[in-house]
C-alpha cells in the first residue's frame, strides 16, 4: 500500500511562488502525479514524474526523488486561478493510484 | 459526447435503497475506475476494471458493486445505501497503455444517504 502525505492548507499572494511538497512511503513505485481540483469540480492532470529530478510545464513544475520518496509541486507567477486543491498520486505496479488527502491552495490579491 | 460522463449529477437516497451510478466512456480507455472522495481523506479506490469483462476491488470496496460489460461503461450499484456511504462518487479512466498513462475523471456525482 501507500502512505501519501501532503499540506492540508497553503495561502499565497497573486504573482509569487509556491511549493507544495509531498512525502510517501510505498510498496511497489511505478510513477507520481499530480492533479488539480477546483471546488465541486473533478481532478485533472497537471505532471508526472517517473525518474529523478525536474519537470517543467509552463507555469508549472514537478520534482521527484525516488530514493527520499518526496517530490513537490511548484507553481510560479501565481494567479486567481490557481486557487485550488491540488492532489499528489502514487502510482503502483498494478497502475494503480493512490492519492494524498489534497492541498488547497488559496491565491490572494 | 467527449471524454467522461456519470449520472445522476446529484442524488438523495433513503437508508436502505439501492441505487446504480453510471458512467461512460467514449475514449475507447481499456481500464475504468470508481473512487470516493470524502473531505479529508482524499479520493480512494472502490474498484476498477482493466479490461471489459474483468473487474478487481481497490481500497474500500464494501457496499459496493461493479460490472463492465463493455468497454465504455462501468456502472457502480449500492446494493442497500448506508450513511457512511454519502460521498462524491468520481469515474475515472486510462488507455493503460504503459508511459504517463493518466486517468480522466468524469464530473463526479454527489450522493447523499439519509
Known amino acids: 500500500g501507500q502512505n501519501i502525505d501532503q499540506p492540508t492548507e497553503m495561502t499565497a499572494t497573486e504573482g509569487a511562488i509556491v511549493q507544495i511538497n509531498c512525502t510517501y512511503q510505498t510498496s511497489g513505485f511505478n510513477g507520481l502525479f499530480w492533479y488539480q481540483q477546483h471546488a465541486g469540480e473533478a481532478p485533472t492532470f497537471l505532471s508526472y514524474?517517473?525518474?529523478?529530478g525536474l519537470e517543467e510545464k509552463g507555469r508549472f513544475s514537478s520534482f521527484l526523488s525516488r530514493s527520499k520518496g518526496y517530490s513537490y509541486l511548484l507553481l510560479k507567477e501565481l494567479q486567481m486561478k490557481d486557487s485550488a486543491s491540488y492532489l499528489c498520486?502514487?502510482?503502483?505496479?498494478?497502475?494503480?493510484?493512490?492519492f494524498g488527502a489534497g492541498t488547497t491552495v488559496t491565491v490572494r490579491a | 459526447i467527449a471524454g467522461i460522463t456519470q449520472a445522476p449529477t446529484s442524488q438523495i437516497l433513503a437508508a436502505g435503497r439501492r441505487m446504480t451510478l453510471r458512467c461512460t466512456q467514449d475514449?475507447?480507455?481499456?481500464?475504468m475506475y470508481w473512487y470516493r472522495q470524502d473531505l479529508g481523506l482524499g479520493l480512494r479506490l472502490i474498484h476498477y476494471?482493466?479490461?471489459?469483462?474483468?473487474?478487481g476491488k481497490g481500497e474500500v470496496p464494501d457496499g459496493y458493486s461493479v460490472s463492465r460489460a463493455n468497454t465504455d461503461d462501468f456502472p457502480l450499484t449500492l446494493a442497500s445505501a448506508v450513511p457512511s456511504q454519502t460521498s462524491v462518487y468520481f469515474c475515472?479512466?486510462?488507455?493503460?497503455?504503459?508511459?504517463?498513462?493518466?486517468?480522466?475523471f468524469g464530473p463526479g456525482t454527489r450522493l447523499t444517504v439519509l
Open positions: 514524474n517517473v525518474l529523478d
Open positions: 498520486a502514487v502510482r503502483d505496479r498494478d497502475y494503480k493510484l493512490s
Open positions: 475515472a479512466s486510462s488507455k493503460l497503455a504503459g508511459g504517463p498513462d493518466t486517468q480522466y
Open positions: 475514449m475507447r480507455h481499456n481500464a
Open positions: 476494471s482493466n479490461t471489459a469483462g474483468t473487474t
